[in-house]
């Protein structure tokens, strides 16, 4: 079955950074975008990054433009979310998502990971 | 960037009702819109997507409908286990979008 595990997250000084990786598995991960969305504490979904399949196309939020990175390694099915400058109100649990494509009308995040927990904090 | 709102916030109601949530966006999106059920401490599950379409798995009390602005989700029977939050989602431009959530209390 389709399993989504992140993975990397931690207690980070203001202005640091941090590596976050998701590994895929149960389902041809080099065939699918993959998405990162975030949840601060109390709060709602927030939708942060998107790579397509082969990495050549990638969309971020404004919010983390310029300072988050998302890549991905096709031959160790994992996707990561490099983060720079991290600032208290990146405090989230961050998930890993798999896109499906969808015929018609976009697509759909069906598949998420279990999240991990990022804590901003000096 | 397409906003969405979802109002009310929160809302209660009895085993066996039948529920409506409504999702309301900043400009038309035809029927690029997903809906998400997440249980506290849980990721988000996929309920329904292009509106309309119910996710596999996911059972037929769940339904969605609507295009252009405005959508809603229906639960037409309410379970203890629907007690959740629901947000909707736009999938029509970048960045993605997700309303603030509707959160669903049983009584």
């Known amino acids: 079955q389709v399993q989504l595990a992140e993975s990397g997250g931690g207690v980070v000084q203001p202005g640091g950074s941090l590596r976050l990786s998701c590994v895929a598995s149960?389902?041809?991960?080099?065939?699918?975008?993959m998405h990162w969305v975030r949840q601060a504490p109390g709060k709602g979904l927030e939708w942060m990054a998107f790579?397509?399949?082969?990495?050549?196309?990638?969309y971020y939020a404004d919010s983390v433009k310029g300072r988050f990175t998302i890549s991905r390694d096709n031959s160790k099915n994992t996707l990561f979310l490099q983060m720079n400058s991290l600032r208290s109100e990146d405090t989230a649990v961050f998930y890993c998502a798999k896109a499906e494509e969808l015929l018609w009308f976009g697509e759909s995040f069906d598949y998420w990971g279990q999240g991990t927990l990022v804590t901003v904090s000096s | 960037d397409i906003q969405l709102t979802q109002s009310p916030s929160f809302l209660s109601a009895s085993v066996g009702d039948r529920v409506t949530i409504p999702c309301r966006a900043s400009?038309?999106?035809?029927?690029?819109l997903a809906w998400y059920q997440q249980k506290p401490g849980k990721a988000p599950n996929l309920l329904i997507y292009?509106?309309?379409t119910l996710q596999n798995g996911v059972p037929s009390r769940f339904s969605g409908s609507g295009s252009g602005t405005e959508f809603t989700l229906t639960i037409s029977g309410l379970q203890p286990e629907d007690s959740a939050t629901y947000y909707c989602q736009q999938v029509h431009s970048y960045p993605f979008t997700f309303g603030p959530g509707t959160k669903v209390d049983i009584k």
């Open positions: 292009a509106a309309s």
């Open positions: 400009q038309g999106i035809s029927s690029y």
């Open positions: 149960g389902f041809n991960f080099s065939d699918s975008g």
């Open positions: 790579i397509r399949y082969d990495g050549r196309d990638k």
